[in-house]
């Protein structure tokens, strides 16, 4: 979905998905209170654990249609005129109560695919873990387990490289979920200022659940979060223009552009830019 598309019939699709998101969670709670009905006899382990599933099932499908609806209130109440248009992981940074937020799509090498940031505290965060191949997001998808860490002291002493950067950044604390699915980790959910929960982290682990279940990979996907993912084609573009122009490999001629942006400090997508504006030299 364009970020350019009309206002109101975005808002009616964040509307749609909210409410076929429910309805999948109805139908899931359902089916848990149907077999916890037969949980007796010698078979009542068997269908307490099916049960289980359905809930968290459903859970995750009510974490979507809480995000699609607050996605929908949120361009509802939209001014083009006024203020940016509204991200949709604006919503998601507020629903896990943290400051930013950022979905990290990965590829088999765990390197960055995709990204869609709620701010560009967290947009700035990513483009650290990009450049410099370490961070919370390439921890949680190796691990396949939720990564945090709290305070500049245990940030820094984690992520040698990656973290002074981070914390330069003003973020005093990070937490990664990966985002798993038929047993394969195509991301992460990484959340920067993070408040648990009175259940620790488990808000933000089932809202990663139905990231992954109901928005990237559902019924009715949007992995484009409504405009907001940015998937890097620049880059890769230029990295492949510059592999072309010196017969050098696109790996060496991303780990390039990647040195140069961290050198002079601005994104790699400039100096992309700057690549392509060349003909394939860099800047």
Known sequence: ??????????????????????????????????????????????????????????????????????????????SRRREPRPLFMTGVAEACGATSAALTLVGQDRAQLAVAASDDASRAAQELEFILEEGPV?????????VSAAGPAAIEQRWPGYGPELTGLGLSGVVAV???????????????????????????????EGLTQTVLLGPDPDPELYGGTNHRDLVHRAAGAHAVRTGRSVADALALIKARAFARGVATETVARQILARSGDLP
């Open 1 to 78: 979905m364009s970020r350019g598309e009309d206002p109101a019939k975005v808002t009616a699709v964040a509307w749609h998905r909210a409410a076929g998101a429910r309805e999948r969670a109805r139908r899931a709670l359902e089916a848990a209170h149907e077999q916890e009905a037969l949980a007796v006899g010698a078979e009542r382990d068997i269908h307490l654990r099916i049960a289980t599933t359905h809930r968290k099932i459903a859970a995750a499908h009510l974490s979507t249609a809480r995000l699609q609806e607050a996605y929908a209130r949120r361009m509802a109440a939209w």
């Open 138 to 146: 390439r921890d949680a998808t190796r691990c396949h387990g939720l």
């Open 178 to 208: 990966p985002l798993e699915a038929t047993g394969l980790c195509i991301g992460a959910l990484t959340l920067y200022d993070p408040r648990p929960d009175t259940r620790g982290f488990e808000t933000c682990t089932e809202v990663a």
